[in-house]
């Protein structure tokens, strides 16, 4: 993970974590939506770091666990100083996937951004509105 921010920072990108298992259907749904869709991987290429974990493995258990991943696919989107941006989780055909991406690319439509707003002080009703549903979008 360190190996792979600094990479990111280095070339100016963010980190893209993708966990996964081999009995996960969701996880080989968007694995072979990716593959179709070569487009959208290579974009997915030049913009992160890819990274991808198999909760099954030592690593990958103690990954979880850290992060309390309680369902799969979960996929993370870290800014390569490792703090997170955005996180989202299930398995989906790529127009689902590619509308939840480019939400958690988006530095204004990210859940980090509405959250640190919140939690400045910010109470407006379109803000609570935007942070209810970007949390409950994320779990969708």
């Known amino acids: 993970m360190e190996e792979a921010c600094k990479v ?3 070339e100016g990108k963010m980190v893209f974590i993708d966990c996964t298992a081999p009995w996960c259907t969701g996880c080989k749904i968007i694995e072979n939506e990716l593959k ?3 487009e959208f991987a290579q974009l997915m290429n030049q913009l992160f770091v890819n ?3 198999d909760v099954e493995t030592e690593y990958g258990k103690a990954f979880a666990k850290k992060y309390q991943i309680q369902s799969l696919p979960t996929f993370f989107f870290l800014r390569s100083d490792g703090s997170l941006q955005h996180s989202f989780t299930g398995g ?3 127009e689902r996937f590619a509308e939840k991406f480019w939400k958690a690319i988006n530095p204004y439509t990210c859940y980090s951004y509405l959250n640190a ?10 803000l609570v509105l935007l942070l209810c549903f970007s949390r ?3 779990i969708l």
């Open 8 to 10: 990111a920072a280095e």
């Open 36 to 38: 179709r869709e070569k």
């Open 51 to 53: 990274i991808k974990v």
């Open 92 to 94: 989906s055909f790529i």
């Open 117 to 126: 707003k919140y939690q400045a002080g910010e109470r407006n009703i379109d």
């Open 136 to 138: 409950l979008y994320t």
